[in-house]
């Protein structure tokens, strides 16, 4: 069974007693209009509503692959708004972000994937000089 996460000491400001998916849920009701997100590099400017439906549907689709509460989800990738949306759409269903360094080489990735227990990953297809692509179809070739 799971437990929801506990502090200890003093503290004048209490806990919100909400999952990070409610949270957010909760931030986008009241600022659907506002800016959420912004990633120069790939010309994006997201509002909190746009935000949200790229998050409900990466949730959805973690869920159709079989991705449930406390699975760990890999992300191999530099930095990209479709990190953001996979680790709010993780926060959502419960699973476990994994984050993996950009520079892994393939027996570094293999390492930590079998330390990490990750039961998928998503990747970006290249960054700079390694095709992210190619490690994984050495390491998985089905």
């Known amino acids: 069974m799971y437990k929801r996460s506990y502090t200890c000491g003093i503290s004048d400001q209490p806990l919100i007693g909400l999952t990070i998916g409610e949270k957010f849920d909760e931030i986008v009701t009241r600022f659907p209009d506002n800016e959420a997100l912004v990633v120069r590099h790939q010309k994006i400017r997201w509002t909190y509503s746009k935000l949200k439906e790229e998050v409900d549907s990466c949730a959805l689709a973690l869920m159709s692959l079989g991705i449930e509460r406390g699975d760990r989800v890999g992300i191999w990738s530099s930095n990209r708004c479709e990190w953001t949306v996979l680790q709010f ?6 699973a ?34 390694s095709n992210y692509h190619e490690m994984v179809c050495e390491l998985a070739p089905e």
Request: hydrophobic residues 40%; aromatic residues 10%.
């Open 96 to 129: 476990i972000l994994v984050n993996i360094n950009p520079s892994y080489r393939t027996h570094e990735l293999e390492y930590a994937l079998n330390q990490s227990g990750c039961k998928m990953i998503v990747i970006e297809d290249r960054f700079k000089y």
């Open 89 to 94: 759409a993780c926060a959502k269903v419960g």
